[in-house]
């Protein structure tokens, strides 16, 4: 593999390529939206799942209600950014994907805390997290930073 060190971290030859990074913010808010959207859809039948259970145990099983949509979103975060192809159904339909900056795979453990890191910055410093990838090498947000991570082009 053709590697090279840039501000302290080792960047592959194919995340070298500036057209990996055109219009990459932009994929990555419409990639949003429809996982949102995807997760949204998910987390029905698991909610009627959880209003059964409610029933049977006398409305003790309601108090998963308060945990349903972060579970369903993380398991969803898992499965999809933590596979092979490092990149959820969203990401994929607006062809980018989440790769780090050593060349090596996304494992899943690092695909949910990057989703961790977004919501937890999103909640201190709302929407103001895309300001970041403005002023950022490659478009990077705040939590890609933090993690030795950057969204690409999957077609580049």
């Not at 398991?75 to 159904?89: E, F, H, K, M, P």
């Not at 494992?107 to 937890?120: G, K, P």
Request: net charge neutral; hydrophobic share 55%; charged share 15%.
């Amino acid at each position: 593999m053709n590697a090279r060190v840039l501000d302290g971290e080792i960047i592959t030859s194919r995340l070298e390529d500036v057209s990996a990074y055109q219009g990459v913010r932009t994929r990555r808010i419409f990639a949003f939206i429809i996982d949102y959207c995807i997760v949204a859809l998910l987390t029905i039948p698991f909610a009627i799942l959880v209003f059964l259970l409610g029933l049977l145990t006398l409305g003790l099983g309601w108090v998963l209600f308060s945990i349903l949509v972060p579970a369903v979103a993380i398991l969803y975060i898992w499965n999809t950014l933590g596979s092979v192809d490092q990149a959820t159904t969203g990401m994929k339909m607006m062809g980018i994907r989440l790769d780090r900056l050593d060349g090596t795979r996304i494992d899943e453990l690092t695909a949910v805390v990057h989703s961790v890191l977004f919501w937890a910055g999103n909640v201190i410093l709302t929407p103001l997290v895309l300001l970041v990838t403005l002023f950022s090498d490659r478009k990077r947000t705040l939590h890609d930073l933090l993690l030795g991570t950057v969204v690409s082009r999957s077609d580049r």
